[in-house]
């Protein structure tokens, strides 16, 4: 079965470029999740959805993060300006059913690894 | 709000040896608990889970994990280590009624040792 498949897996993008990471959650899972995994911050929640609805938010750090989900098959997470601050891990994963709040395994994808020089 | 702490940053075994990594948690109820591991370059790896029933719970790579409701523990074990394992393990949960789904832990990094 394909896993939640994210890409780029690696980005180095100059300061104030624009970035968008995109993810392809699981067939079927009705939950999508961005995270953030710095060294500092550790793994940090970003932003969810719930069918392709926006439900939480406030892990967004400002403004320059925007995340859509236009169907179900697809999200985005995009940067803009970036900055070096915003170099981290972008983990997106999904689930089914409520996800973690009723005991269901979020599953992730293999990161997108972005660099800000 | 929930919290989950790993106190041991780094942990170094001799492969062979048994493994013990400590997760404690901070919820008003009996929560959702999770072990995922994540390998250098890779994503986060469902180890185990535990949500009602028997309190010491199976997982994939010879890995188990106990709840101990009165110590609001869920530390995970593997009776002997492979250098396969070596790897960062992060315990997690989930709460009813949360908004936020998963709270991770810090983290603890595995070293093995041949």
């Known amino acids: 079965d394909a896993g939640v498949i994210q890409s780029p897996r690696h980005e180095v993008t100059e300061m104030g470029q624009e970035v968008t990471l995109r993810c392809k959650p699981i067939?079927?899972?009705?939950?999508l999740f961005w995270y953030r995994q710095t060294m500092m911050r550790g793994l940090e929640l970003l932003i969810y959805?719930?069918?392709?609805?926006?439900?939480?938010d406030s892990g967004m750090p400002e403004d320059r993060f925007s995340a859509k989900m236009p169907n179900a098959s697809f999200s985005t997470l995009k940067i803009q300006p970036s900055e070096p601050r915003d170099s981290a891990v972008y983990f997106c994963?999904?689930?089914?059913?409520?996800?973690?709040?009723?005991?269901?395994?979020?599953?992730f994808g293999e990161g997108s690894w972005l660099t800000v020089v | 709000a929930q919290s989950v702490t790993q106190p041991d940053i780094h942990i170094t075994v001799s492969e062979g040896a048994s493994l013990e990594l400590r997760c404690n948690y901070s919820y008003g109820a009996t929560p959702y608990l999770f072990w995922y591991v994540q390998s250098p370059g890779q994503g986060l790896q469902l180890l185990l889970k535990y949500f009602s029933g028997d309190t010491l719970v199976q997982g994939i790579k010879g890995f188990e994990a106990e709840f101990k409701r009165s110590q609001s523990s869920f530390n995970l074990r593997k009776p002997s280590v492979h250098w396969s394992d070596a790897a960062e393990y992060f315990c997690a949960v989930g709460a009813r009624g949360s908004a936020r789904q998963l709270t991770f832990g810090s983290g603890t990094q595995l070293t093995v040792l041949p």
């Open positions: 959805f719930n069918n392709n609805v926006p439900i939480d």
């Open positions: 067939s079927g899972h009705d939950y």
């Open positions: 994963a999904s689930s089914f059913r409520r996800g973690a709040v009723s005991g269901n395994t979020i599953y």
